[in-house]
């Protein structure tokens, strides 16, 4: 059962860089994981900062899985919505592709 007053959220995103010139270093700059206490019904917003550290314009595309895992340590990455306790439905993604301009 899902405690409705403990809400965590973890946003799996992955990242395909496609640099121009191999320069680009794109990287996150506040962690993945964001944790909140809410009520039933309750909101919140949270961002997760992409910087370039690199000299040239990175492409970053953005989506989201389900994460699960199992005792003897294998995880899986499926669809989104296909594990029982997904949180898809109730996680929304601002942007689903980004260019971050270099340094």
Same mark, same amino acid.
């Given at each position: 059962?899902?405690?409705?007053?403990?809400?965590?959220?973890?946003?799996?995103?992955?990242?395909?860089?496609?640099?121009?010139?191999?320069?680009?270093?794109?990287?996150?700059?506040?962690?993945?994981?964001?944790?909140?206490?809410? #009520?039933? @019904?309750?909101?919140?917003?949270?961002? &997760? %900062?992409?910087?370039?550290?690199?000299? *040239?314009?990175?492409?970053?595309?953005?989506?989201?899985?389900?994460?699960?895992?199992?005792?003897?340590?294998?995880?899986?990455?499926?669809?989104?919505? #296909?594990? @029982?306790?997904?949180?898809?439905?109730? &996680? %929304?993604?601002?942007?689903?592709?980004? *260019?971050?301009?270099?340094?």
């Amino acid at each position: 059962m899902i405690d409705r007053k403990k809400i965590g959220a973890f946003v799996i995103l992955a990242f395909l860089i496609c640099p121009v010139l191999g320069r680009a270093q794109v990287g996150i700059t506040n962690g993945l994981t964001q944790e909140k206490v809410c #009520k039933p @019904g309750e909101a919140f917003q949270s961002f &997760i %900062t992409i910087r370039n550290y690199g000299t *040239t314009p990175g492409d970053v595309r953005i989506y989201q899985t389900d994460y699960s895992f199992t005792f003897d340590g294998k995880s899986y990455y499926d669809p989104p919505e #296909k594990a @029982g306790r997904s949180n898809a439905p109730w &996680i %929304t993604l601002g942007h689903k592709q980004l *260019t971050i301009p270099g340094s």
